[in-house]
Each structure stands twice: as C-alpha cells, then as structure tokens.
C-alpha cells in the first residue's frame, strides 16, 4: 500500500511546470513552481512546520500548548494544519478588514479567531499587532511564530525549497524570481542557489510598486502578501541581484491570463512574480532556465481579481458595459 500517514507529509516537493503561452516570443525556458499543491495550498505550509519544529526542539513550544499569531491569511492556515495534527490550540488575531471567507477557513480547521477593529493606530491597545502580544502574554504557554523575525522562516526555504530548485532543473536553473514579502523564500532560496551554484544564479526579486523593496514607502497597493512598509529581520537585503518592480495592474491581468492561458488558478503575488519573471526572460539568452515561484492559489481571490467588476472599479479592466458579452453578440 502506497499512503502517507498524515496530511503534513505532504508538505513541500512541488512541481515544475513550463509556462508555455504567457511566453509566447520568448527563447528562455520559464518554468513555475507551483506552492498551491501544499497541502494548505500555499509556500506558507513549508515555514509553518519548520517554525513550530523549530519551536519544538528549542523548547518554546511544549506539549498542549498555544499558537498566537497576528495573519489572516496562508501563514495562518499552515500552522492550524501543522497543530491539529501535533495537538496545539491555534489561536490567529486579524484586522476586521479580512473577508469573513479568509477568517472562516482558519476557523474550518479548529483555529480560533480574534478579529481587531482596523480603523485603530498601531499603539492603540485593540491593534491586532497589541492584541496578539497581549494573547502571547497572557495564554498559559502560548508561543508565537513572528514569521517577520524567525530565522525557521527562511532557513526552510533553504532547506527544502533551494534544493528542489536545483534537483528538479539538474542544476541548470540561471535565474530565481520571487515575490517578497517577509522575504523568507528569496532569502532562503537564494542564499541556496548561490552557494551551490558558486555564485553564478542570478537572484530576483518581484515588489509591488511602492512598497520599500524597489524604494517606495509602502504606499497602499492592492497586491497581497507582497511588499511591505518596513525592513523585515527574515528578509537578506544583500540576497538579491536586481529587484524588478511591477504595478497592480500587470499584477493583476497576468493573474487572469495564467489562469485562462496556462491553467493555473493563482493568486495576484503568482501575477506579480510571473510578470517580474518575463521581463527577466525577454533579456536573457536562449538557454536560459527562468524559475519563478507561484505561492497560492486563486480561490481566495474570487470576488476580487477573477471579478470583473471589481478590476473595472481600479480602472484594472475595461468597464463591464464595453466588455463585448455573449448577450451583445447575440
Ligand atoms: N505571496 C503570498 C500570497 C504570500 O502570502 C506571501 C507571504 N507573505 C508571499 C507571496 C511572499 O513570500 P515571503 O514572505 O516568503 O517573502
């Protein structure tokens, strides 16, 4: 019989796929690894395990003990997996911004959660960056993971990620692109491709215009889980050879295309990535093997990049009334 014993096996050994129509006029291979087939659906299952075996071994973590958190997102939904099965009580703080959809996914899998007014200052006391502190604190054996600061974050992308990389592309991968967030798998992967390529596999990473990456200030964008506001302790700013900003729209039309032209159902940072990654891959040689991370999937992105009158209202998308429809054609 061929099984794995528990869901959290499944974690990592995603695979390669060639983009093989967003590509059209290119020489170089560009080739996706596809984060959405983690058993969570995205990167983050890999830095949830190794964070909380981290947490584990360093005693931190103990037996019965509690997850406190500030993510409404894919962080979130990787560690609730992780703790079910090792028994730990979950318990993930987020602004009352987050869709009721986002909130009730981690609550499907036993999470706990805290929902935070968004309109407060970052010192008030109902923030959810206090909320979450104030929960760690007080929660009898409560731990938590800071995926902004844990040097696990990178350090398993450096450890399986990397590796993955370079086995699955026989050492032949030239270029690396990633979107950063907490900068985790840039940092990790690339410190990996560069020392077991000595140097020679260029290190790329895609940002959301404004955000302090390519030299912004945060300035609101619309992609999520990418560019930040600060200088996260998870992210090498030496990692990287060339940072390549793109804005929200090319985020965005390129998320619908990988959907309608590759069959990849992904979210708008797989959009971002994929954009940086083609603009690498028009300048690069023929044999050139581009590989760009896709970290999720498009469910959780629905109502608003996959709909087009949500992309009409950011002047994204032509408006709904000169879209050509079936009914007007008719
Ligand atoms: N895309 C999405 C959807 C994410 O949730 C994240 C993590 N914040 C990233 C990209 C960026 O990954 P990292 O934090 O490793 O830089």
Known sequence: MRYYDNVVELVGNTPLVRLRNVTSGISAKVLAKVEYLNPGGSVKDRIALRMVQEAERSGLLQPG????????????????????????????????????????????????????????????????????????????????????????????????????????????????????????????????????????????????????????????????GVGEDFWPTTYDKTICDQIVEISDKESFELTRRLAREEGLLVGGSCGMAVAAALKVAREASADAVVVVLLPDGGRGYLSKIFNDDWMARYGFLRTAEETPTVADVL
């Open 65 to 224: 003990g509690t997850i406190v958190e500030p993510t409404s997102g894919n962080t979130g939904v990787g560690l609730a997996l992780v703790a079910q099965l090792r028994g730990y009580r979950c318990v993930f703080v987020c602004p009352d911004k987050v869709s009721e959809d986002k909130q009730n996914v981690l609550r499907a899998y036993g999470a706990e959660v805290v929902v935070c007014p968004t309109a407060v200052a970052p010192e008030d006391p109902r923030s959810y960056y206090n909320v979450s502190d104030r929960l760690a604190r007080e929660i009898p054996g409560a731990w938590k993971p800071d995926q902004y600061a844990n040097p696990a974050n990178p350090r398993s992308h450096y450890e399986t990620t990397g590796p993955e990389v370079w086995e699955q592309t026989d050492g032949r991968v030239t270029h690396f692109v990633a979107g950063v967030g907490t900068g985790g798998t840039i940092s990790g992967v690339g410190h990996y491709l560069k020392e077991v390529s000595g140097g020679a596999v260029q290190i790329i990473g895609a940002d959301p215009e404004g955000s302090v990456y390519s030299g912004g200030t945060g300035r609101p964008y619309l992609v999520e």
